[in-house]
């Protein structure tokens, strides 16, 4: 299954049991891809998500 990436227009290879939701990175620009549908299959940018808010 394949998509395209929203940010470069590269070739994205999905799995073909992909889900809702989940986050792929392009392998061409390295951009985080969440998968919004997947029928048909649409791809977007994801949110960047800091890891270290800390407390
Ligand atoms: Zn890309």
């Known amino acids: ?4 990436c929203p940010e470069c227009g590269g ?3 999905l799995a073909a049991d992909v889900l809702d939701g ?3 990175p392009c ?4 951009a985080d891809l969440e ?3 997947v029928s048909p ?4 940018l994801a949110p960047e998500v800091e ?3 800390g407390e």
């Open 1 to 4: 299954m394949n998509a395209e």
């Open 11 to 13: 070739t994205i290879t």
């Open 22 to 24: 989940e986050i792929v």
């Open 27 to 30: 392998q061409d620009c390295g």
């Open 35 to 37: 998968v919004v549908s």
């Open 41 to 44: 299959v649409v791809l977007a």
């Open 51 to 53: 890891e270290d808010w």
